[in-house]
């Protein structure tokens, strides 16, 4: 009997100290990014992401992002409570809440907003690593055009690798100046690319299939189809039509400033410089520049001149430039879409 009992306090004790060491051992850490599917209706799912990070005092901040919803980019939630593996995240922003617990590596529970109350599973994400050969496949330029409502720009997009072998891009527009705003968020896996333009708080989506990348660009709730294919692009030469008595009076660099009013009644300041010159075959070209958007060499698609009035079309732009000429003064209005400004140029 004493040796039983000896039994029993051993166990007893093992068990204390199995209690002690589950008591002491913490809980999973939710810092990163944990994804999951949230099942809408019988035919419809939208990918949430939740990133958590935790505070100097050891509490969590949250934010809600979906890959496949503009609507939905960094809404932060309010309150995230963390208690014996059960969490609950707020998110007044989107009337929601998400109350979870965390099983076997991930957090089971439900996404609740006012009439309904969806099942919703996070695991932890880890973003999809691109493949050499895939990195190979997109090094170099791309080009292809992007289609308009009223015509077509062309999309420049080149990809390099850095010193840390981390794949780089950018993008431009050559008929828009041809500035390159660089890319961020890469990615292209099994054959689908994405990226973002943060200047332009714009997206790319698209999929390669013989030698060619089909997607679209989106850009302020737009969608614009656009396939790219690769190779250098070689800019078109668009020579205006100008007599030698009309290049000879408009020939050379005219400066001014565009004061705009927008639609939305804000004010907007922007220096604008025309040119007319000669390219190295000696054909009358001209050009656009607008420093202050970084935006150089923006083609001047049809020019006229007579009796003293100048009528410039930018075509890539959807401007046009109405001004009567007076000694080494151009004074008329700019115009682009509805809205219609004075403009005043200067011979340099």
Same mark, same amino acid.
């Given at each position: 009997?004493? $040796?039983?009992?000896?039994? /029993?306090?051993?166990?007893? =004790?093992l068990a204390g100290v199995c209690s002690q060491a589950m008591a002491a051992a913490p809980s999973q850490d939710l810092v990163g990014v944990w994804q999951g599917k949230l099942k809408v209706d019988a035919t419809t799912s939208l990918t949430i992401q939740f990133t958590f990070a935790k505070k100097p005092d050891g509490s969590y901040s949250a934010t809600l992002n979906s890959p496949d919803s503009g609507a939905i980019k960094n809404v932060a939630a309010s309150a995230v409570t963390v208690n014996n593996g059960a969490v609950k995240v707020d998110v007044p922003t989107l009337s929601g809440t998400f109350s979870g617990a965390l099983k076997s590596?991930?957090?089971? *529970?439900? /996404? =609740?907003?006012? *009439?309904?109350?969806?099942?919703?599973?996070?695991?932890?994400?880890?973003?999809?690593?691109?493949?050499?050969?895939?990195?190979?496949?997109? #090094?170099? @330029?791309?080009?292809?055009?992007?289609?308009?409502?009223?015509?077509?720009?062309?999309?420049?997009?080149?990809?390099?690798?850095?010193?840390?072998?981390?794949?780089?891009?950018?993008?431009?527009?050559?008929?828009? *100046?041809?500035? %390159?705003?660089?890319?961020?968020?890469?990615?292209?896996?099994?054959?689908?690319?994405?990226?973002?333009?943060?200047?332009?708080?714009?997206?790319?989506?698209?999929?390669?299939?013989?030698?060619?990348?089909?997607?679209? /660009?989106?850009?302020?709730?737009?969608?614009?189809?656009?396939?790219?294919?690769?190779?250098?692009?070689? =800019?078109? #030469?668009?020579? +205006?039509? +100008?007599?030698?008595?009309?290049?000879?009076?408009? $020939?050379?660099? !005219?400066?001014?400033?565009? $004061?705009?009013?927008?639609?939305?009644?804000?004010?907007?300041?922007?220096?604008?410089?025309?040119?007319? %010159?000669?390219?190295?075959?000696?054909?009358?070209?001209?050009?656009?520049?607008?420093?202050?958007?970084?935006?150089?060499?923006?083609?001047? @698609?049809?020019?006229?001149?007579?009796?003293?009035?100048?009528?410039?079309?930018?075509?890539?732009?959807?401007?046009?430039?109405? =001004?009567?000429?007076?000694?080494?003064?151009? #004074?008329?209005? !700019?115009?682009?879409?509805?809205?219609?400004?004075?403009?005043?140029?200067?011979?340099?």
């Amino acid at each position: 009997m004493k $040796n039983g009992m000896k039994v /029993w306090a051993a166990v007893l =004790a093992l068990a204390g100290v199995c209690s002690q060491a589950m008591a002491a051992a913490p809980s999973q850490d939710l810092v990163g990014v944990w994804q999951g599917k949230l099942k809408v209706d019988a035919t419809t799912s939208l990918t949430i992401q939740f990133t958590f990070a935790k505070k100097p005092d050891g509490s969590y901040s949250a934010t809600l992002n979906s890959p496949d919803s503009g609507a939905i980019k960094n809404v932060a939630a309010s309150a995230v409570t963390v208690n014996n593996g059960a969490v609950k995240v707020d998110v007044p922003t989107l009337s929601g809440t998400f109350s979870g617990a965390l099983k076997s590596g991930s957090l089971e *529970g439900q /996404w =609740a907003q006012p *009439g309904s109350t969806l099942p919703l599973i996070l695991s932890p994400y880890q973003k999809p690593q691109m493949t050499k050969a895939d990195m190979d496949t997109l #090094v170099g @330029t791309w080009n292809g055009p992007l289609k308009l409502p009223g015509g077509s720009l062309t999309l420049v997009m080149r990809f390099k690798l850095n010193d840390k072998g981390e794949l780089q891009g950018t993008m431009a527009s050559p008929e828009q *100046g041809g500035a %390159e705003a660089p890319m961020a968020d890469i990615e292209f896996i099994g054959g689908k690319l994405t990226y973002k333009i943060p200047a332009a708080r714009g997206e790319f989506s698209g999929t390669y299939a013989n030698g060619a990348i089909a997607g679209q /660009w989106s850009q302020g709730g737009q969608a614009l189809p656009v396939t790219i294919k690769k190779g250098e692009y070689a =800019a078109p #030469v668009i020579v +205006l039509k +100008l007599s030698a008595e009309a290049f000879a009076a408009l $020939n050379g660099r !005219w400066e001014g400033t565009l $004061n705009v009013t927008t639609p939305q009644g804000q004010k907007v300041s922007l220096a604008l410089v025309l040119r007319i %010159e000669t390219d190295s075959q000696a054909q009358i070209v001209g050009f656009i520049d607008s420093p202050t958007q970084h935006a150089i060499g923006i083609p001047i @698609t049809e020019a006229s001149f007579s009796a003293g009035k100048l009528v410039v079309k930018v075509a890539a732009v959807g401007a046009e430039y109405d =001004a009567d000429l007076s000694g080494k003064t151009l #004074v008329g209005e !700019w115009a682009q879409g509805p809205v219609k400004s004075p403009l005043t140029l200067t011979r340099k």
